[in-house]
Nanobody, 124 residues
Framework: QVQLVESGGGVVQAGGSLRLSCAAS????????IGWFRQAPGKEREFVAA????????DYADSVKGQFTISRDNAKNTVYLQMNSLKPEETAVYYC?????????????????WGQGTQVTVSS
């Protein structure tokens, strides 16, 4: 099974930027769909962004369009989430997830592999 490890989280002031990384080990995920999700305290896990290997299509939640950018470096088996203009309400644990085969879309339950998450705290 592919193992995913998120990194890059931390504390940032409102308006600041962070770049999260999702590194895969065990197997290459070059042919995997990769999604980013976040879960704030007391809230449901929500979709943030995804990148699909077959088409290269990018998908973003409406809330982060124009603010976040998802990209991948296949040679490094790593997917990135560049987050700009961060807001306090975006404080959450951010997870990367992977799936293969059918397009998983925005539903977290469609993704088979998950990292442990990385905490992002946006202070005001």
């Amino acid at each position: 099974q592919v193992q995913l490890v998120e990194s890059g989280g931390g504390v940032v002031q409102a308006g600041g930027s962070l770049r999260l990384s999702c590194a895969a080990s065990g197997r290459t995920f070059i042919n995997y769909h990769i999604g980013w999700f976040r879960q704030a305290p007391g809230k449901e896990r929500e979709f943030v962004a995804a990148i699909y290997w077959s088409s290269g299509r990018l998908d973003y939640a409406d809330s982060v369009k124009g603010q976040f950018t998802i990209s991948r470096d296949n040679a490094k088996n790593t997917v990135y989430l560049q987050m700009n203009s961060l807001k306090p309400e975006e404080t959450a644990v951010y997870y990367c997830a992977a799936d293969e085969g059918r397009l998983p879309g925005r539903e977290s339950k469609k993704y088979d592999y998950w990292g442990q998450g990385t905490q992002v705290t946006v202070s005001s």
